[in-house]
């Protein structure tokens, strides 16, 4: 199997990134000093917590991408997702001492280097995993995906918990979708299934879409259309991103959606996970 093409078409994220960071700004700028301290789905980081995560994914973006700076890395027999969080963790600790004002002054400094970095960056070259799409090296246009959908789900736990909804941009949702589903592959990988067996998923209203999978070889990729063999159909876009990311867990998912077909396999489907964790 071409181990590319398990990735599925390739896709610019950078023009909703910047955009989407323009909604995040506003957003955290506009908080009142309160809803700095409530507690977020990211628990236990308080919104505090989460914003100064994304100052340290910037941070940590601009020294390993732009700068070629990767002075830590996981400690002898550590998994990844351990590590991740760890790391992570060490660094929203560290910022507790950080001003809500000078959290702010910093995204302010650190938003427009990132926007820079990959308005400049060569997205068909090759680079580390991402992990939750699959163990091979990636392509960086996947990458810089990945992170778009990052900064966007911490934006939805900062909404979330201050009780200010997202407008839902369609263009960004469906974008947020089309990404976490290159998961897909990876996620079926081991249920095997005659060749040109097809599962389809479908995400009706705003942002929605339908993403096709078919059985070739000894893995899945992704395909143009397909009389599904078996379909699953989402009510909404938020029941799926919710799933991806486990805000809420396969047996929440599978009362909001609609399986048509092999039961199996569409509950192996809704095992899905975009994230690493």
């Known amino acids: 199997m071409d181990t590319l ?4 078409p390739k896709v610019d994220a950078r023009r909703l990134l910047e955009q989407d960071r323009a909604t995040l700004l506003r957003l955290v700028q506009g908080l009142a000093p309160d809803e700095w301290e409530r507690p977020t789905a990211a628990a236990p980081w308080l919104v505090r917590d989460v914003v100064a995560h994304l100052l340290g994914d ?3 973006r601009l020294a390993r991408t732009r700068d070629g700076h990767s002075p830590v890395g996981p400690k002898q027999d550590e998994p990844l997702a351990a590590f991740i969080h760890r790391f992570n963790d060490e660094w929203v600790q560290a910022a507790r001492r950080v001003s809500p004002p000078l959290l702010l002054d910093l995204l302010d400094l650190t938003s427009p280097q990132v926007l820079a970095l990959w308005r400049d960056i060569d997205l068909d070259a090759i680079t580390d995993p991402v992990t939750w799409a699959g163990s ?3 392509p960086r246009w996947l990458d810089c ?4 959908t ?12 201050t009780g200010r909804p997202d407008d839902g941009d369609p263009a960004v949702v469906h974008l947020v979708l089309d990404t976490f589903l290159r998961a897909m ?3 079926l990988a081991g249920h095997d299934r005659p060749q040109g067996t097809t599962l389809t998923v479908v995400v009706t209203g705003a942002g929605g879409g339908q993403w096709c999978w078919q059985r070739q ?3 899945w990729l992704p395909v ?3 009389d599904g063999s078996t379909r699953l159909t989402f009510g909404d876009a938020e029941a799926l991103w919710r799933l991806c990311t486990r805000l809420i867990e396969p047996a929440e998912a599978r009362r909001r959606v609609t399986v048509v077909g092999d039961r199996a396999l569409a509950d192996a489907a809704l095992r899905i996970v975009s994230i690493i964790r």
């Open 5 to 8: 093409a398990r990735f599925g």
């Open 58 to 60: 910037d941070l940590s």
């Open 136 to 138: 091979q090296r990636a």
């Open 145 to 148: 995906a990945r992170d778009f």
């Open 150 to 161: 990052e900064y966007w789900v911490h934006q939805q736990q900062i909404r979330d918990a």
């Open 185 to 187: 592959p990876q996620t």
């Open 217 to 219: 070889g000894a893995g």
């Open 224 to 226: 143009e259309d397909a």
